[in-house]
């Protein structure tokens, strides 16, 4: 879903013990935006508490 929205010119993939996955998803990303700027973050403690292990979140700026 979230690579449908390309254009865009920075990404994050935010997860909650789940790196493996969040680089799947930052390659599938970074197919279909090549020069955005994607990164892979750990969700903080707040946000796992509420989303649980495995959380995967996606936070894009649309490319102008």
């Known amino acids: 879903l979230a690579a449908e929205q390309a254009p865009f010119s920075d990404a994050i993939v935010l ?20 020069s955005a700027a994607i990164s892979i973050a750990h969700a903080g403690s707040v946000l796992c508490t509420y989303a649980g292990p495995g959380a995967i979140g996606i936070a894009l700026l649309k490319a102008e």
Request: no cysteine.
């Open 15 to 34: 997860h909650s013990d789940n790196l493996a996955e969040a680089q799947e998803i930052e390659a599938t990303l970074r197919a279909s935006a090549p």
